[in-house]
């Protein structure tokens, strides 16, 4: 089923539901196996106001050995966060009343070391530079790709550990296939 939803000046909001298919017998390009050799197993917290992105990235990272806890805003990624800090935290920059920037700065005030990369999808270019001055390791657009995110998660747990005072080697890849390198 299609439901579009649209209210003048808020925007509009389409959501597609589709049938729950059977599991494949072999991993798909879309959802890559991790050699258990390459699994770091970190601790991610998922902050997305769009559901399907937020469970898109959940079993994304699920799906390559980490134990990924999600939250539908700001406040709730918070909560979680000092219930439990995170290695990696994944914001979506644009999120109401708490934006990423916002989440990133309370983040880096209690834990220095993990690494807070924001999501947008408003598609603007992004300086790297004043990204970190505003406590902001990585920014990606909504439309990256998954063997990205999965180097993109592995690269940061591995800093994030690594300035915590316990070191992880990370293997090398080709290419991550989304944003810039931290």
Known sequence: TVRVDSTPGEGTRIRIDL????????PSALT???APRERIGGKVIVADDEEGVRELLRDILTRAGHEVRSAED?????????AEPADLVISDLGMRPING????RR?????????VVLLT??????????????????IVTKSFSVPGIVEIARAAIAKSREGAGHP??????????????M
């Open 19 to 26: 049938p729950v298919a059977e599991p494949a017998s072999e």
């Open 32 to 34: 890559p196996e991790v």
């Open 74 to 82: 700001g406040g709730e990624a918070l909560a979680l966060f000092d």
């Open 101 to 104: 920037f916002e989440v990133a």
């Open 107 to 115: 983040v880096k005030a209690v834990r220095p070391s993990t690494v």
């Open 121 to 138: 999808g408003w598609g603007a270019e992004f300086d790297s530079e004043a990204a970190r001055r505003r406590d902001v390791d990585q």
């Open 168 to 181: 992880v080697p990370v293997p090398q890849s080709k290419s991550s296939g989304a944003g810039s390198a």
